[in-house]
């Protein structure tokens, strides 16, 4: 591995593995090949855009003679693919670009891979894809997907895709499938980061329904060591999840957020539930544990890191929701906030 392709490498998490891995080795090239959608943006590489080992493409996954392009030009022999579009309230507003970057794109990816020859081709998948998890349960590697909104259907796709080519054409693939992620950079539609911002300004918090769905919290730099671990030990044609094993109720996590704020709970607003909404994700994190990693931080630990990061990062965030995000923000919550109470 020496030249790596960064797909999606100007999103939250892309934009952390890539600053990672430099500051971490000194042996590797990163090309990040972005599209820069509204959930792509430039600022989150800000602090690597002078180092010589960093390039940066704008490129679409699904179009084949520009992933052909720049690995070629880049001499590329590893790629790893954060590009997705990762937002479930949109997939569920309009699924068309879900559809179109997570399973067509992938498959372009896997083509390249194929036809270039590479060492290694590394899927970003997540917990979603094995769909709700009753209690009393956590998924394994081999389980079952049973993905259950548009979103997670993209990403389940993906990861048939990525095994088929291992399996009919012996392609060196990975997947790692993480639980939810917090920290730096992340776009304010998610729910720490709109929360966090919102609460930063007095604006109410939008709990969808009771707020008792439990999700893995997990810090992205956490995430981010995993990852590069499965790309170094990893074993070919295996998937591993990546998460925290411990789950968080919503609502806990909102208290969290906002004593770390120092701001009121009555900013608390229950409103309509996500159609199809999943009540529990939670992951089994034996395998990846077995290849020598822990995760450093607890779900508390990031949750106040993060909020602590977003208090001292306001030039990042409020360019941000004060463009595009304002007519997203009426078409989703205008009208559950014009309601009652829930
Ligand atoms: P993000 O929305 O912040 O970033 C996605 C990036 O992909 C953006 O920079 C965007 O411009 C780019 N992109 C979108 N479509 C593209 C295309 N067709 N071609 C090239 N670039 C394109 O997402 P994120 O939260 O950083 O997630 C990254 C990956 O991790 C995704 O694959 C997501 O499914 C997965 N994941 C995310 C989480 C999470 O909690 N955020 C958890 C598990 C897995
Ligand atoms: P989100 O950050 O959208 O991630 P995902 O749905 O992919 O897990 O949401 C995390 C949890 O927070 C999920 O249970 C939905 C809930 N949520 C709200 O209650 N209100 C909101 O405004 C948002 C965006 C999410």
Not at 71 to 91: K, M
Request: glycine share 8%.
């Amino acid at each position: 591995m020496k030249n790596i392709l960064v797909t999606g490498g100007a999103g939250f998490i892309g934009s952390n593995f890539v600053i990672h891995m430099l500051g971490k080795y000194d042996g590797y090239n990163i090309v990040v090949f972005d599209k820069l959608t509204y959930a792509g943006n430039r600022d989150n590489l800000l602090e690597v855009s002078d180092d010589p080992r960093y390039h940066f493409v704008r490129g679409d996954i699904a179009d084949e003679a520009a992933v052909d392009a720049a690995v070629q030009q880049y001499q590329i022999d590893t790629i790893v693919n954060f590009a997705a579009e990762t937002h479930v309230d949109r997939s569920i507003m309009d699924p068309d670009a879900f559809i179109k970057t997570s399973v067509y794109g992938t498959y372009v990816l896997l083509e390249a891979t194929k036809k270039f020859g590479l060492e290694r081709f590394h899927q970003i998948s997540t917990d979603e894809v094995y769909g709700h998890i009753p209690a009393g349960y956590s998924s394994r590697e081999g389980d079952s997907l049973v993905p259950r909104s548009p979103y997670a259907a993209s990403k389940a796709s993906a990861d048939m895709l990525v095994n088929s080519y291992f399996i009919t054409y012996d392609l060196p693939v990975t997947i790692t499938r993480g639980s939810n992620n917090i920290g730096p950079y992340q776009y304010p539609e998610k729910v720490i980061p709109l929360f966090a911002t919102n609460a930063m300004d007095g604006e109410q918090l939008p709990v969808y329904g009771d707020g008792r769905q439990m999700r893995e919290y997990q810090y992205v730099l956490d995430h981010c060591q995993a990852i590069d671990l499965v790309l170094h030990k990893g074993v070919v044609g295996e998937a591993y999840n990546i998460g925290t094993g411990v789950e968080m109720e919503n609502m806990t996590m909102v208290e969290i957020l906002l004593k770390a704020l120092g701001k009121p709970m009555s900013l608390i607003r229950h409103v309509e539930d996500r159609p199809g909404h999943d009540r529990r994700y939670s992951l089994n994190i034996d395998k990846i544990k077995a290849l020598g990693w822990e995760p450093q931080h607890t779900a508390e630990e990031a949750i106040i890191k993060t909020a602590k990061w977003y208090q001292e990062n306001e030039w990042w965030w409020r360019k941000i929701k004060s463009g595009e995000f304002k007519a997203y923000y009426q078409a989703q919550y205008g009208a559950r906030l014009a309601e009652e109470d829930q």
